[in-house]
């Protein structure tokens, strides 16, 4: 484990080096949809709705690489033990992404390549951050906002739909193939050693790890995207669903935050967490509950007394009252998510990455009939609001789950 200061120069770090890259991603999203045609817009967005899903949920792959390499295993053993996992996964997204090009926008056939570069990224991004390179992953961040939030919007705004997104989208691709490059050259490895930690089979064991982690990280980010697929099969116009889909596209930038500190964070919760259990448990069972309470105030007082005409300018979404109730209730929930991150990583760093999995399975079911049922309202506020319900449930659930766990043997 590194030295206290080097501990908090790696948080500072990761936190400094995903801030540059939000606020690239808030730049690109509004000029999206401040600038763009529709028939883009909806291109555009369904792209980062796929791609930022499997951003977000990276499959397991980040944190079972990192839990690995953390635990001792040699990197490239462990990248190519997850490689196992991430080809096969990378395949089926693949199959998606022409499903989606083949239904919203041909242009998005440009793109069938990036989710097995991605899902081939992950495992090396995670081994890096055992080591702790921060600065190669805060370079990687900002490469992939520049060239998937800003490029295709800036592209469109200039050259317009027909030139703008088939340039965009190629230089998303091209992107992709730089980052995966870039990231594997940081390694110190060679495809040949990766390829061949692949193929042994006598690691088997280790690619276990992955499947609770990677299960609980499918499912938990689909939540994320969910509502927008209710926004989009409900009785809501083009502009409605490009409005609600813009505001929740600005506030996962904001996961780089969470996400920077834990990236941090887990090695240390999964290899030397268990001789502080009394600050953990202060944390779970204090801190926390109380800084969503605090958080979820301070959102209402603003939302309420902040100006419309301000709001509007940025946020369409602001612009009737329901729009405004709406967009309350998703920044509520998404600091609310970010506290169940920290309630899942706890949870998986002491091995209950099961317990995490299946109480997001057991959720699912309830939760996607309660959108099925809010999307027939046309009421874009109470498809936010089931969004909210669900991530209040689950976080009471990881937060009981963590206190157990964290609990002093009797």
Do not use: C
């Amino acid at each position: 484990m590194p030295s206290p200061r080097r501990f908090v120069q790696n948080v500072v770090l990761s936190l400094s080096g995903s801030i540059l890259p939000a606020f690239v991603g808030v730049a690109g999203t509004i000029l999206l949809i401040r600038t763009s045609p529709s028939d883009a817009s909806v291109a555009i967005l369904t792209a980062w709705t796929l791609l930022g899903y499997l951003a977000i949920s990276d499959l397991g792959l980040t944190r079972s690489a990192s839990k690995l390499s953390s635990a001792g295993t040699a990197p490239v053993a462990a990248v190519g033990t997850l490689w196992r996992t991430a080809l096969p996964l990378g395949a089926v997204l693949m199959a998606l992404m022409a499903t989606m090009g083949a239904l919203v926008s041909p242009w998005l056939l440009l793109l069938i390549p990036v989710p097995l570069l991605t899902a081939l990224q992950f495992p090396v991004a995670g081994a890096l951050e055992a080591r702790g390179q921060f600065a190669v992953l805060a370079g990687q961040r900002l490469i992939n906002a520049l060239t998937v939030y800003l490029i295709p919007p800036l592209a469109v705004a200039v050259l317009g739909a027909d030139r703008g997104v088939p340039l965009g989208f190629t230089i998303i691709l091209l992107g992709r193939m730089a980052l995966f490059a870039y990231l594997f050259g940081h390694l110190g490895a060679s495809l040949r050693a990766t390829f061949g930690a692949m193929l042994d089979r006598t690691r088997a064991s280790q690619a276990r790890l992955v499947f609770w982690v990677g299960l609980s990280s499918i499912i938990g980010p689909a939540f994320l995207y969910a509502d927008r697929l209710a926004v989009g099969i409900g009785d809501f116009s083009d502009r409605e669903w490009i409005n609600y889909t813009s505001m929740s596209e600005l506030l996962l930038k904001s996961y780089v935050i969470p996400s920077a500190v834990l990236a941090v964070v887990f090695p240390w919760l999964a290899t030397r967490a268990s001789a502080h259990l009394p600050l953990l448990r202060k944390l779970v069972s204090r801190w926390l509950p109380l800084t969503a309470v605090t958080g979820s105030v301070l959102v209402l007082i603003v939302g309420i007394t902040f100006p419309q005409e301000l709001l509007t300018v940025a946020f369409p979404l602001a612009a009737d009252p329901e729009g405004r109730v709406a967009m309350l209730i998703l920044v509520i929930a998404t600091g609310l998510n970010w506290i169940s991150q920290v309630y899942i990583a706890i949870l998986q760093g002491f091995d209950s990455q099961r317990t995490v999995a299946l109480w997001q399975l057991a959720l699912a079911i309830p939760f996607m009939a309660a959108l099925l049922l809010a999307s027939m309202s046309g009421s874009l506020a109470v498809v936010a609001g089931v969004a909210l319900g669900r991530i209040v449930v689950l976080a009471l659930i990881l937060a009981l789950a963590a206190r157990r766990r964290l609990a002093p043997a009797s």
